[in-house]
Structure formats: structure tokens, C-alpha cells
């Protein structure tokens, strides 16, 4: 019954920015770490952003901070990532992940809820 859906993806050129929206439906929401994972063709799936059901913890890969930037409004039960000065390093696609769990540097997704993915394409 849980539900995740993405949405916001597409095709920008490099320097663009794209905001992306996960909207989560079947559990409480605002009781969840939340996330959003990458993956590109021929590579593992990675983390790229996590943040903690109070908002007050967060992680980002270093290879997008300072471009990136996750935000929740608990009462949409809506996840958002804002990805600006995008890079074709940054084509994957990106899953929004309900339960998550933030330990050090390192944001972790066992047991979490996927959603479908949403495509983000960088051209150059």
C-alpha cells in the first residue's frame, strides 16, 4: 500500500537545473528518513542526498555539495532535491528512497521503500 512516486526529471543542458519531487502516500511520512539514490549505466547505485524525518540531519555525496539541496514538507508528505550547475556526471537515474538511515558520512538504504526512478539527463 506504501507508494512512492518521483517526478521532475528530464533533459538539461549543462550549468541547467532541475528540481526533482518525490510524493510518498500508505505511511506516516513525517516519521521517516528520507533520501534520494543515483544510478548510471554500468555503475552501482549511490547516495546522493539524505534527510532525517526532523530535517535536522543531513548528508550529501561531496561530489554534489554545494549544487545540491534536499528539503521536505512533512505536511505534503513531499521530498525535494534542487540540483543546480548539473554536470554530465550527474546523468543517472535518481529513486527517492522512504526510509533511510544517516550514520556519519554515510546515508544507508536497507529496508527502504523505492520508487520507479525519474530520468535526469545532462547534456554537454
Known amino acids: 500500500q506504501v507508494q512512492v512516486v518521483e517526478s521532475g526529471g528530464g533533459l538539461v543542458q549543462a550549468g541547467g537545473s532541475l528540481r526533482l519531487s518525490c510524493t510518498v502516500s500508505?505511511?506516516?511520512?513525517?516519521?521517516?528518513?528520507m533520501g534520494w539514490f543515483r544510478q548510471a549505466p554500468g555503475k552501482e547505485r549511490e547516495g546522493v542526498s539524505c534527510?532525517?524525518?526532523?530535517?535536522?540531519?543531513?548528508y550529501y555525496a561531496d561530489s554534489v555539495k554545494g549544487r545540491f539541496n534536499i528539503s521536505r514538507i512533512n505536511a505534503k508528505n513531499t521530498l525535494y532535491l534542487q540540483m543546480n550547475s548539473l554536470k554530465p556526471e550527474d546523468t543517472a537515474m535518481y529513486y527517492c528512497?522512504?526510509?533511510?538511515?544517516?550514520?556519519?558520512?554515510?546515508?544507508?538504504?536497507?529496508?527502504?521503500?523505492w520508487g520507479q526512478g525519474t530520468q535526469v539527463t545532462v547534456s554537454s
Open positions: 534527510i532525517s524525518w526532523n530535517i535536522y540531519n543531513t
Open positions: 528512497a522512504a526510509r533511510t538511515s544517516i550514520r556519519d558520512r554515510a546515508c544507508f538504504s536497507r529496508d527502504a521503500y
Open positions: 500508505g505511511l506516516t511520512f513525517g516519521t521517516y528518513n
